[in-house]
C-alpha cells in the first residue's frame, strides 16, 4: 500500500543575522538561473559585485524585523507545517528553495518514513519563472536523482482559487472594515522578460496590446496576468470601487525593465497628492517577510509619509490564518479523494 505525504514548499531566508550567513544565502539565491537568466560566466560576476556591499545593507534590514526564533518567514511557516501536521496522520514537511530546511532532506525524511505517494505544494499563488518554477524544477530533479520513489502531485498556482481569495478577504476584513481611502496591491517584481520566456507562444505576453485581459493559454504561466486576476477578484468580493484599488510592484534588481508601476515611485506619487488612509496588502507572498515586513511595513510607509501621505496601513499576509490553513487543508483533502479538481495536476515521475 501506498504512505502519503506533503512537502511544503517556499523561497528561503539567511540561516541567521550575519554578514557571512546573508552572503550565502543571496550568493544561492542570486546565482540561480532562473532568478537572473543570463549566462552563468555574467551571472557569477554580476553576483559577485553585488555581495560586495549588498550582505551588510541586507542584514541591518534584517535586524529590523528578525524574532527571537529567527527569520519571520521561516517561524511562520513552521507554524503553518504544525498546524497541517495536526491534522493528518501522514507526513508534513518543510522545504526552502534555498538555505535551510533542504528540499534534499525533507525528501530524504519523507523516503525514510515509507511516503510513495507525495503532494507537492509551491506556496506560490502566482507562476513566475523565479519562484514557482524554479522550486519545481529543483524539487522533481532531486526526485529524479533519488530514483524517482514517490508518485508526485503538484498544486497548481491558486491566484483565482475562490477559497485562496476568501482567505485574503478574511484577514484584510478588519482593515477594510475600519475604513480607508485607497487599497494599493503590491505584488513581488519580475523582469519583463520573464514574462515573455514564459509564453510559450512567444507572440503574446508583452505583444498583444492588452495583452493581460486577452484570454490567451500564455496565461496560465504568465505572472502579470495572474496577479491581475488576483486584485480583481479581490476586489469584486470586497466590493471596491475600481477608482479605490491600485496595482504595483516592488523589489526590482538591475537597470533591466521590470514590471510597472513600480510599487516605491507609486507610494512616493501618492504622498504628494495628499492621500489620506492607504491600506496596503501583498498577496503575492503568504507569509510575512523582509519585503512585506521591511520594505513596504517600514521603508514603503516612509516613502509614503515623507512625501506629504497620511495614515498608512499594511495588512498581514495569510500567515497561519485559519482561512489560509483551511485552505491547504481542503486541498490535501481533494488530493486525498482524487485527482480531478482544478487545482491539482499529475507530475510524471
Known amino acids: 500500500m501506498s504512505k502519503k505525504g506533503i512537502l511544503l514548499l517556499n523561497l528561503g531566508s539567511p540561516e541567521a543575522l550575519t554578514v557571512p550567513a546573508v552572503r550565502e544565502y543571496l550568493n544561492e539565491f542570486l546565482m540561480d538561473g532562473r532568478v537572473i537568466d543570463v549566462p552563468y560566466l555574467p551571472r557569477r560576476l554580476l553576483v559577485s559585485l553585488i555581495l560586495l556591499r549588498r550582505p551588510a545593507v541586507k542584514v ?26 495536526e491534522r493528518f496522520e501522514f507526513p508534513v514537511e518543510l522545504a526552502m528553495n534555498y538555505a535551510k530546511p533542504t528540499i534534499a532532506g525533507a525528501l530524504e525524511r519523507l523516503q525514510n518514513a515509507g511516503v510513495t505517494d507525495l503532494f507537492i505544494m509551491p506556496l506560490y499563488p502566482h507562476y513566475a519563472m523565479s519562484s514557482y518554477e524554479t522550486v519545481v524544477v529543483k524539487t522533481m530533479s532531486q526526485i529524479r536523482e533519488k530514483g524517482d520513489p514517490f508518485k508526485t502531485t503538484l498544486l497548481k498556482p491558486f491566484y483565482a482559487d475562490p477559497d ?12 477594510l472594515e475600519s475604513g480607508f481611502d485607497h487599497l494599493l496591491f503590491t505584488f513581488h517584481g519580475v523582469p519583463e522578460r520573464h514574462l515573455r520566456k514564459s509564453d510559450p507562444s512567444h507572440e503574446h505576453c508583452m505583444t498583444t496590446p492588452d495583452c493581460c485581459a486577452t484570454c490567451h493559454p500564455a496565461h496560465a504561466t504568465c505572472y502579470r496576468h495572474q496577479c491581475l486576476r488576483t486584485a480583481g477578484e479581490f476586489v469584486k468580493k470586497a466590493n471596491i470601487p475600481e477608482d479605490k484599488y491600485s496595482v504595483a510592484f516592488q523589489s526590482r534588481l538591475g537597470r533591466d525593465p521590470w514590471l ?17 488612509k492607504l491600506l496596503i496588502i501583498s498577496p503575492s507572498f503568504v507569509a510575512d517577510c523582509l519585503e512585506t515586513l521591511e520594505e513596504i511595513g517600514i521603508g514603503g510607509a516612509e516613502a509614503y509619509k515623507d512625501a506629504g501621505g497620511g495614515d498608512y496601513k499594511l495588512i498581514p499576509c495569510l500567515n497561519e490564518h485559519p482561512t489560509w490553513i483551511s485552505f491547504l487543508e481542503n486541498r490535501i483533502h481533494s488530493w486525498i479523494e482524487g485527482p480531478e479538481i482544478p487545482s491539482i495536476g499529475r507530475l510524471a515521475s
Not at 476568501?166 to 482593515?175: C, G, I, T
Open 60 to 85: 541591518e534590514e534584517y535586524s529590523s524585523v528578525w524574532t527571537d526564533e529567527g527569520s519571520p518567514l521561516i517561524v511562520t511557516s513552521r507554524k503553518v507545517q504544525d498546524a497541517l501536521q
Open 260 to 276: 510597472e508601476p513600480y510599487t516605491d515611485k507609486t507610494l512616493e506619487s501618492y504622498g504628494k497628492k495628499g492621500f489620506g
Open 164 to 175: 485562496y481569495i476568501d482567505a485574503l478577504h478574511e484577514v484584510s476584513r478588519p482593515d
